[in-house]
């Protein structure tokens, strides 16, 4: 693995030595004081409400050895204090990051799995990562971390991995091209086209151009996508040609296909012909779409030379990142299932699905407001009340902007009204279920990150652990 010297630096950001020694070689970094580690290289990142570089000293106080800041004043006293640490002065911190993270990257030439999609980016980057970590030394995106600051940090924090496995998030045009610039990614994964962003794309087809600016960092990528998409599948239909393109699917016949489906509450199995054998894999959570994630993970194996027994040993064993479909049994048996760190249509629609599963227990779900889907707003939340009803939820409770609307959709469809409920304070859904849940109920929350949903979800274990 290559570090970084201050000389690199310097170079790539055409930086300003303050003071410091052009020979030091900088290891890891941050953009926290309050994390900050001894001899971290801290960026100070300007931000819509707060300035890191305002804090550049309090990073030097914490240990870091170096630091690398704009629109800094440094007098003399200042400069003669820190002789012994190393100050680089940048025109623009944000994009001397960028720099130094596409330096580094090209510095190590190993491979780079990159993941993107409407829909299950993290948990596919998280069991893609477990498969890949069974052979080799992986460094993967923590959590969510898959914006234009938190991905070039993950960048930065290569020392001696093997395989890199990033997640790329956007909101815009643009975004994941920079972001493809930066890491240049030898494997690029699509899992869907959905409607998350909607509101600022306007249509799935706008939102598939700026998923697939995650070809723009490389000029012959291996491409993996979802063939059951729609529109992935006329876009490989269109492409196959001119990419290498590895399919996936359970409908559609793909390079890689999911065969004698068996989903469970809480788990799911599923054949797939991998070199001409038929292999067996068990996934640990339920939901037909984490079969989807799986042949996602095994086309990445495959594409690294990955053995058959250490994939299905890494589907095997995945654990999801926090928030993502969270079950937490009480000891009086009522199940909350925590699935509301984020939110969009085909999230919420996968999830009720899943919910469909528990057979020989009542259903409840609790949905809040889905954000960023425009003029589709109203459209989208009636349609979850359908799916609400066509999965045949017991109940269901609802509070928000538009949630008030998935309420109109699951009327429409026909739920039973007696067992729909809308609060406009989302507190007020605690006491609803203090009165209403049961012994052995399921109960799901599910939600976009800002309603903090999440938080509803952590005291009902509290409330109804009585019950």
């Not at 809480?266 to 079969?291: A, L, M, Q, R, Y």
């Not at 995945?318 to 909350?336: Q, S, Y």
Request: aromatic fraction near 8%; glycine fraction near 6%; charge should be negative.
């Amino acid at each position: 693995m290559k570090n970084l010297k201050i000389k690199d630096i310097l170079k790539v950001t055409n930086g300003e030595l303050v003071v410091g020694n052009e020979e030091y070689e900088c290891q890891s970094y941050s953009k926290d004081t309050r994390t900050i580690e001894k001899e971290d290289c801290y960026i100070g990142i300007k931000g819509a409400n707060f300035d890191g570089n305002l804090f550049w000293e309090k990073a030097l106080e914490n240990g870091a050895s170096t630091v690398i800041v704009e629109n800094v004043d440094f007098e003399k006293e200042n400069i003669e204090k820190w002789e012994n640490k190393n100050i680089i002065k940048v025109e623009n911190s944000l994009d001397a990051l960028y720099k130094i993270a596409s330096l580094k990257r090209d510095l190590n030439k190993i491979p780079v799995v990159a993941i993107t999609g409407s829909v299950g980016k993290t948990s596919t980057k998280d069991i893609i990562a477990n498969v890949v970590s069974k052979k080799y030394e992986t460094l993967k995106t923590i959590g969510n971390n898959n914006n234009n600051i938190g991905m070039p940090l993950t960048i930065l924090r290569l020392k001696d991995e093997e395989v890199m496995v990033l997640e790329m998030g956007m909101n815009h045009f643009g975004e994941i091209h920079l972001l493809s610039e930066i890491a240049k990614p030898n494997i690029c994964v699509i899992t869907n086209i959905g409607t998350s962003h909607i509101g600022n794309l306007g249509s799935r087809e706008n939102i598939l151009k700026a998923k697939l600016e995650i070809l723009d960092g490389t000029d012959n990528p291996t491409v993996i996508i979802n063939n059951d998409d729609d529109l992935l599948h006329k876009w490989y239909l269109k492409n196959k040609e001119k990419y290498n393109i590895i399919t996936y699917g359970i409908k559609e016949k793909s390079t890689y296909n999911a065969e004698d489906i068996n989903l469970k509450e809480e788990s799911s199995s599923f054949n797939c012909k991998i070199d001409e054998k038929t292999i067996n894999f068990n996934v640990p959570v339920g939901g037909e779409h984490f079969i989807l994630n799986s042949l996602s993970a095994i086309a990445v194996a495959k594409t690294l030379n990955i053995e058959n027994e250490k994939i299905v040993e890494g589907i095997n064993n995945f654990k999801l990142t926090k928030n993502r479909m969270d079950i937490t049994e009480l000891e009086n048996g009522i199940k909350i299932i925590n699935g509301a760190y984020n939110a969009s249509f085909e999230a919420v629609r996968a999830t009720l699905k899943n919910l469909g599963e528990f057979h020989e227990n009542r259903k409840i779900a609790v949905l809040g407001d889905m954000y960023e889907l425009g003029d589709f707003s109203k459209e989208l939340h009636e349609k979850v009340g359908i799916e609400a009803y066509n999965d045949k939820i017991d109940i269901l409770i609802c509070s928000g902007e538009f949630s008030k609307y998935t309420i109109e959709g699951a009327k429409k469809a026909g739920f039973n009204e007696n067992n729909l409920y809308f609060f406009e304070n989302k507190e007020d859904i605690l006491e609803l279920l203090k009165k209403v849940s049961k012994k052995g109920d399921v109960i799901l929350f599910k939600a976009s990150n800002l309603t903090k949903f999440y938080e509803l979800a952590e005291k009902a274990k509290e409330e109804l652990k009585e019950k």
